[in-house]
T-cell receptor, first 115, second 112 residues
């Protein structure tokens, strides 16, 4: 069973461009979470999604950021018009729907650098 | 979710037990204690969790005090690969819908 996959692992964008980060959850997992880790800081929750639904987006910046988890395909975190302050590691995690196991399994992250 | 307090850093000799403390004095009855670790530049890794009973798995042991206001993660025989930041997280319920709130964690350095 492959773990959580994220791509790309490294992404470089110039200011004003769009960044698209992809997350494929573990097989059988229907819950996806996105976290952001700024340089030398801890991870901060951004958004929690289930298939086709955003359940909690309390950690998402109000502008330029959006997330989706379509019925088919990976979850996407989209950042429009990137700025230097968006440079960070973005981690995706997934968890299964069963009641016996609610650990979140993290992917390797996407490191976004805005130049 | 309840707030946790951990030492900023700790050292441990290779092969010895690493005991990482965590205070969570405001924990409520339906909150679990979770431990994750983050090895440099990697995604966080789940270690163990518990409610009130002590727990053990292949990675570590979790000791929770009777009043549940503090806990200790024990790595029985630390290796150099255990060098990482360890996060103690208190989380409402055993519920898939709750995000993880990461604090500063404890930076554990295992030395040869």
């Amino acid at each position: 069973n492959a773990g959580v996959m994220q791509n790309p692992r490294h992404l470089v964008r110039r200011r004003g461009q769009e960044a698209r980060l992809r997350c494929s959850p573990m097989k059988g997992h229907s819950h996806v979470y996105w976290y952001r880790q700024l340089p030398e800081e801890g991870l901060k929750f951004m958004v929690y999604l289930q298939k086709e639904n955003i359940i909690d987006e309390s950690g998402m910046p109000k502008e330029r950021f959006s997330a989706e988890f379509p019925k088919e395909g990976p979850s996407i975190l989209r950042i429009q018009q990137v700025v230097r302050g968006d440079s960070a590691a973005y981690f995706c995690a997934s968890s299964p729907p069963s009641q016996s196991n609610y650990e979140q399994y993290f992917g390797p992250g996407t490191r976004l650098t805005v130049t | 979710d309840a707030k946790t307090t951990q030492p900023t850093s700790m050292d441990c000799a290779e092969g010895r037990a690493a005991n990482l403390p965590c205070n969570h004095s405001t924990i409520s009855g339906n909150e679990y204690v979770y431990w994750y670790r983050q090895i440099h530049s990697q995604g966080p890794q789940y270690i163990i969790h518990g409610l009130k009973n002590n727990e053990t798995n292949e990675m570590a042991s979790l000791i929770i005090t009777e009043d549940r206001k503090s806990s200790t993660l024990i790595l029985p025989h630390a290796t150099l690969r255990d060098t990482a930041v360890y996060y103690c997280i208190v989380r409402v319920g055993n519920n898939a819908g709750n995000m993880l709130t990461f604090g500063g964690g404890t930076r554990l350095m295992v030395k040869p």
